[in-house]
């Protein structure tokens, strides 16, 4: 017999040391894959938010006033276009929920209000939002909604988490 013949293939201590590194890998690469899922989430938040304030501006050019809801600027269920359902936006945001935030839209007397808020802050969300019929939109860096005393989406004040602060 020749016991110094090779055999072909993978010895299982070769098998493990793969499977550690690519498991080194992956506890590497989950956080930013996470926190990159998390930042698109964020800016497809301020996308609807800007959605929602040209359905409002096109909704008021057409009725004389500002929606009091997001079903009234989403898809009728049955017919045409009306005032209770303007088919302006989709039926997901006109739902009120969509890729991990949760809108929700209050009629005024002189306009409206629009707050979006992560569904699961920090996993699909570090940021709310805040906009009203001024269309400037507003950014609070914690699970407090944004208000109309918020800074600004961008500002230095906003990415410090301090008001006025730079």
């Given at each position: 017999?020749?016991?110094?013949?090779?055999?072909?293939?993978?010895?299982?201590?070769?098998l493990?040391?793969?499977?550690?590194?690519?498991?080194?890998?992956?506890?590497?690469?989950?956080?930013?894959?996470?926190k990159?899922?998390m930042?698109?989430?964020?800016?497809?938040?301020?996308?609807?938010?800007?959605?929602?304030?040209?359905?409002?501006?096109?909704?008021?050019?057409?009725?004389?006033?500002?929606?009091?809801?997001?079903?009234?600027?989403?898809?009728?269920?049955?017919?045409?276009?009306?005032?209770?359902?303007?088919?302006?936006?989709?039926?997901?945001?006109?739902?009120?929920?969509?890729?991990?935030?949760?809108?929700?839209?209050?009629?005024?007397?002189?306009?409206?209000?629009?707050?979006?808020?992560?569904?699961?802050?920090?996993?699909?969300?570090?940021?709310?939002?805040?906009?009203?019929?001024?269309?400037?939109?507003?950014?609070?860096?914690?699970?407090?909604?944004?208000?109309?005393?918020?800074?600004?989406?961008?500002?230095?004040?906003?990415?410090?988490?301090?008001?006025?602060?730079?």
């Amino acid at each position: 017999m020749n016991r110094n013949r090779r055999q072909n293939g993978f010895s299982l201590i070769e098998l493990l040391i793969v499977i550690a590194i690519i498991l080194i890998i992956v506890t590497v690469a989950l956080p930013k894959l996470n926190k990159a899922r998390m930042y698109a989430q964020e800016t497809a938040a301020l996308k609807a938010i800007q959605t929602i304030n040209t359905a409002q501006v096109q909704y008021n050019s057409t009725f004389g006033r500002f929606a009091q809801s997001l079903t009234e600027l989403g898809p009728p269920t049955s017919g045409n276009a009306n005032a209770s359902a303007a088919d302006l936006i989709g039926s997901d945001l006109a739902a009120g929920e969509k890729q991990g935030y949760r809108y929700t839209l209050t009629g005024t007397p002189t306009g409206y209000t629009v707050s979006a808020v992560p569904i699961a802050f920090g996993s699909t969300g570090s940021r709310t939002f805040f906009t009203d019929q001024s269309l400037v939109v507003r950014e609070n860096y914690s699970q407090d909604p944004a208000t109309v005393n918020s800074p600004e989406v961008g500002t230095a004040a906003a990415k410090t988490g301090a008001s006025g602060a730079k």
